[in-house]
C-alpha cells in the first residue's frame, strides 16, 4: 500500500514508518517544512492543513500520529490550548483534505491516549469504558470526535489509545535512566497508582495490523495486557540496571513543580487492558514489566 504517516520523526512515527516500508509498503510522511521530495512527503500545518490537497490522491491509507508533546512543560493555559489545538485542529484539517479527494483511504489510523478515560483509580477499564473527566479526557475525546466525519463517510477508522510507550530511545523511559543508573530513582507519590504501557515493538506493531485487519476499528487500547502499579514499576527497572530506588518523590513536590500535570501523568492511576485486540488476535511482543524492561536496557 502506498501509506502516509503524520508525526514520522517521533517515537513511534518513526518505528511505525521502519516498521511499513520494511514490509514493503510505500511511505509518504506528512511534513512540516517545504517537500522536497514530491512522491515521498506532502506539505501540510496542523494550523492550516494540507497545502496542495490534491497530492493525497493515491493515498490508500494514513496514519495520523502528530501531536503536541504533553509532557513539554507545565500546563499553563496556553500551552493547553496548543496541546489541545495540535491535536484536534490537526486532525480535522487533515479530515477535511481527505473528504476532498475524488478517492478516499480505505482506512485512517488516529493516535489517541489512554488519557481518555482519566484517572480511575484501581478500576479496570476497556474500549467500552466511558470517557472520564480531566484536561486529557476532554482533549481526547475532541481528538477521536475529529474523525467521525471520516467514518460517516465510509472510511475504516481507528482511534488508537497508546499508553506510556516504553523505549530506550525516547519518551518517558529514556528521561528516567539517568537519574535510576545515579542509584536517584524512587517511587512517585503513594507508588499503588497503576501504569498503563507498552513497548515501542508493540506500539508499531498495533499500527500495522490495525491496517492490515478489517475487523479494527473504532478505539483500540494499545496497551500490554498487564498494567503494573507505579511501585512495580520502579523495582522492575531498578532490577534491570542494578541499582537501589530508594529516593522517592513526594505527591506534593510534583504538584509544586509541575502543577495540574503532576496529577494528570504521574499521580493519576489509569488500569487498562487492550481488549479488542487480544480479541482480534494481536499477539503481544512484549507482556511482563520484569523482561521488556531488562530487555530494553540491555538491547536499547
Known amino acids: 500500500m502506498r501509506i502516509l504517516v503524520s508525526g514520522a520523526r517521533g517515537l513511534i512515527g518513526a518505528a511505525t514508518a521502519d516498521s511499513l516500508a520494511a514490509e514493503g509498503h510505500e511511505v509518504v510522511r506528512l511534513v512540516r517544512r517545504t517537500s522536497t521530495n514530491s512522491s515521498a512527503e506532502i506539505e501540510w ?69 489512554i488519557g481518555y478515560y482519566g484517572d480511575c483509580g484501581e478500576a479496570v477499564v476497556d474500549e467500552s469504558s466511558p470517557a472520564g473527566r480531566g484536561f486529557l479526557a476532554e482533549v481526547c475525546q475532541a481528538w477521536e470526535g475529529a474523525t467521525a466525519p471520516l467514518a460517516a463517510g465510509g472510511v475504516r477508522v481507528v ?100 502543577g495540574e500535570m503532576a496529577d494528570a501523568l504521574l499521580l493519576g492511576s489509569t488500569r487498562v487492558t487492550p481488549r479488542r485486540l487480544l480479541d482480534l488476535g494481536y499477539v503481544f511482543k512484549h507482556t511482563e514489566i520484569n523482561e521488556t524492561l531488562q530487555s530494553l536496557v540491555t538491547h536499547g
Open 45 to 113: 500545518s496542523p494550523e492550516t492543513g494540507v497545502a496542495r490537497p490534491g497530492e493525497l490522491e493515491g493515498i490508500d491509507a494514513i496514519v495520523h500520529l502528530a501531536g503536541e508533546s504533553i509532557a513539554g512543560g507545565r500546563w499553563t493555559v496556553a500551552r493547553k490550548n496548543s496541546i489541545r489545538d495540535s491535536r484536534v485542529i490537526g486532525t480535522s484539517k487533515l479530515v477535511e483534505a481527505v473528504l476532498s479527494l475524488k478517492r478516499m483511504p480505505s482506512v485512517f489510523l488516529c493516535a489517541s491516549a
Open 159 to 258: 482511534n488508537l489509545r497508546f499508553g506510556v510507550v516504553l523505549s530506550a530511545r525516547g519518551g518517558a523511559l529514556q528521561k528516567m535512566l539517568v537519574p535510576f543508573r545515579l542509584g536517584l530513582g524512587g517511587v512517585v507519590g503513594s507508588g499503588r497508582q497503576y501504569m498503563s504501557w507498552v513497548s515501542l515493538d508493540d506500539a508499531a506493531g498495533a499500527v500495522t495490523f490495525g491496517l492490515s485487519n478489517d475487523r479494527v476499528r473504532g478505539p483500540v487500547n494499545v496497551v500490554a495486557p498487564r498494567a503494573v502499579t507505579n511501585t512495580e514499576f520502579t523495582r522492575a527497572l531498578g532490577r534491570a540496571l542494578k541499582r537501589p530506588t530508594v529516593f522517592p518523590l513526594p505527591a506534593f513536590a510534583l504538584r509544586l513543580a509541575l
